[in-house]
C-alpha cells in the first residue's frame, strides 16, 4: 500500500510541474476595486487548491477523531463486559444460612423375647 501511496504522489507531483512549466504566465487577480494581485497561474492554482482542501480536510480529521475515540469506548465497554462475565464476583459472599440440626434417629433396644436378635438362646 505505500508503493501504492508513493507513486499516486510522484504523479500528482509530475503533474504539478508539467503544468507549472507550460503556464508560467503571469495573471491579475482583482480581489477588490483597488487590491490587484499579480501572481503566476501555478501559484494561484495552488494557493485555491489548498484553500478548499483545508476545511474538508480538518472536517474529516475532527470526524476521524471522534469516531476513534468512540470505538475505543465501545471496546472497552465490551472488554470489561467479557472479563466480569468470566471472573468471579468481587462482591463478598454471603453467609451461609445455618442449617437446623438434625433430632436424632430413634434407635431400637433389642429385647428378650427377640430370637433374630439373639441367636445363642435356644
Same mark, same amino acid.
Request: zero cysteines.
Given at each position: 500500500?505505500q @508503493? &501504492?501511496?508513493?507513486l &499516486?504522489?510522484a504523479? !500528482?507531483?509530475f503533474?504539478?510541474?508539467?503544468?507549472s512549466?507550460?503556464n508560467?504566465? =503571469? @495573471? *491579475?487577480v482583482?480581489l477588490?476595486d483597488?487590491?490587484?494581485?499579480?501572481?503566476? @497561474?501555478?501559484?494561484?492554482v495552488i !494557493?485555491?487548491?489548498?484553500?478548499g482542501?483545508? =476545511?474538508?480536510?480538518? !472536517?474529516h480529521?475532527? @470526524?476521524?477523531? +471522534?469516531? %476513534?475515540? +468512540?470505538i475505543m469506548s465501545? *471496546?472497552?465497554?465490551?472488554?470489561?463486559?467479557?472479563?466480569s462475565r468470566h471472573e468471579?464476583?468481587?462482591?463478598p459472599?454471603?453467609?451461609?444460612?445455618?442449617s437446623p440440626?438434625?433430632?436424632?434417629?430413634?434407635?431400637? *433396644?433389642?429385647?428378650? %423375647?427377640d430370637?433374630?436378635?439373639n =441367636?445363642?438362646?435356644?
Amino acid at each position: 500500500m505505500q @508503493v &501504492v501511496r508513493t507513486l &499516486v504522489w510522484a504523479l !500528482i507531483l509530475f503533474g504539478l510541474l508539467a503544468f507549472s512549466f507550460f503556464n508560467w504566465d =503571469p @495573471v *491579475e487577480v482583482t480581489l477588490w476595486d483597488n487590491f490587484v494581485l499579480e501572481t503566476k @497561474v501555478p501559484a494561484l492554482v495552488i !494557493i485555491s487548491f489548498l484553500l478548499g482542501l483545508t =476545511p474538508m480536510y480538518l !472536517i474529516h480529521r475532527g @470526524v476521524k477523531w +471522534r469516531l %476513534n475515540r +468512540r470505538i475505543m469506548s465501545l *471496546e472497552n465497554a465490551a472488554r470489561s463486559s467479557a472479563l466480569s462475565r468470566h471472573e468471579p464476583s468481587t462482591a463478598p459472599a454471603a453467609a451461609p444460612a445455618a442449617s437446623p440440626v438434625p433430632a436424632p434417629t430413634p434407635t431400637v *433396644e433389642p429385647t428378650s %423375647n427377640d430370637d433374630t436378635l439373639n =441367636p445363642t438362646k435356644d
